[in-house]
Nanobody, 121 residues
Framework: QVQLVESGGGLVQAGGSLRLSCAASGSILVINIMGWYRQAPGKQRELVATTTRGGSTNYADSVKGRFTISRDNAKNTVYLQMNSLKPEDTAVYYC???????????????WGQGTQVTVSL
């Protein structure tokens, strides 16, 4: 069984920083793309950042220059370093992975349970 577990959320003041982590575990053959999404109350879930196995990255315009996504393939872990946080960044942040499961061999998309990030004024 494949699982994604996030950690690192919390409460910070505007201008502060947080680092989110997401570790994938289970019978995994290869992880293609890992990323972070977020959802604020009453709003749709939106893409924050993604990264490929080779290290290519993609960011939402709203976080460019402030957030950095990185990945440790050996640990099947993805990180999101969030700097210069703003109140508008407040949301539940979800980890996502597109991967190939080992047994049986099958591609699938998986989500973590989410971690709350709250940025105060």
């Amino acid at each position: 069984q494949v699982q994604l577990v996030e950690s690192g959320g919390g409460l910070v003041q505007a201008g502060g920083s947080l680092r989110l982590s997401c570790a994938a575990s289970g019978s995994i053959l290869v992880i293609n793309i890992m990323g972070w999404y977020r959802q604020a109350p009453g709003k749709q879930r939106e893409l924050v950042a993604t990264t490929t196995r080779g290290g290519s990255t993609n960011y939402a315009d709203s976080v460019k220059g402030r957030f950095t996504i990185s990945r440790d393939n050996a640990k099947n872990t993805v990180y999101l370093q969030m700097n210069s946080l703003k109140p508008e960044d407040t949301a539940v942040y979800y980890c996502n992975a597109d991967l190939v499961r080992a047994t049986p061999i099958r591609r699938g998309e998986y989500w973590g349970q989410g971690t709350q990030v709250t940025v105060s004024l």
